[in-house]
């Protein structure tokens, strides 16, 4: 496991995409923190962090779309299925690499709101929940990435399918205020991870949306290694 995950963080440093994502996510968080607070003169941090979510979204297949899909493309698939290590722990290796270089461009980005704390009070607590739980929603759309790459030999391919799951978890919580039926919003609520984060921009830690999250890394996760569990038996 340790070897794989080694292999795709040096992987992102070897090729232009952990340089492209690392630039373009700092270039445009920076952006988005001088929008929604620094230029608007307002320290809610609500805007920034919800205005991150649609950004996540667009930047995190560049980190996933490769992880599998390059395998095929290279026809060294075969070798990770007849790899001693398991299945689970080869997947999580990509996804864990993904989510390293995710979690680091974000962490960096958080130092922005040194500077609020200079001309305003910021509730700690709050910024603090704002962070894990943006850090939670990316390894949920990281998650996703992988099993779309996973799916197809195509990076171009595996990015939009990324962008499209990601954008309809996004967008049911607006199509939900248009529904009527109240069993069908209270589905929509459940698997929109918009309303969720939502509770974490108030300054509210919700568990139920920590466990939503983790179980959405886990399906998707799951679900890549039963394709592969398929696929070393055929």
Request: charged share 10%.
């Amino acid at each position: 496991m340790t070897a794989i995950y080694k292999r795709e963080m040096r992987s992102y440093f070897t090729t232009p995409i952990g340089y492209i994502f690392l630039s373009i996510f700092l270039l445009f968080s920076g952006a988005v923190f001088c929008y929604t607070t620094l230029y608007s003169y307002s320290s809610d941090i609500s805007s920034y962090f919800t205005v991150m979510l649609v950004l996540l979204m667009l930047m995190l297949p560049l980190l996933t779309m490769k992880l599998f899909s390059e395998e095929k493309k290279q026809k060294t698939e075969q070798l990770i299925l007849t790899s001693p290590v398991s299945l689970f722990s080869m997947v999580f290796a990509k996804f864990l690499a993904a989510y390293t270089m995710f979690a680091g461009a974000m962490i960096l980005s958080s130092f922005s709101f040194i500077i609020l704390y200079q001309y305003s009070e910021i509730q700690t607590a709050t910024l603090l929940g704002n962070i894990i739980a943006i850090l939670l929603v990316g390894g949920a759309f990281i998650a996703v990435g992988v099993f779309v790459s996973s799916i197809t030999e195509s990076q171009l391919a595996a990015a939009v399918g990324t962008i499209a799951i990601l954008a309809f978890f996004l967008a049911i919580s607006l199509v939900n205020s248009y529904i009527n039926v109240y069993f069908i919003r209270f589905i929509f609520s459940s698997i929109s991870i918009f309303s969720r984060f939502q509770n974490f921009t108030q300054g509210v830690f919700d568990i139920s949306a920590l466990i939503y999250y983790i179980s959405v890394c886990a399906v998707f996760l799951l679900l890549t290694v039963g394709i592969y569990d398929k696929r070393r038996w055929e």
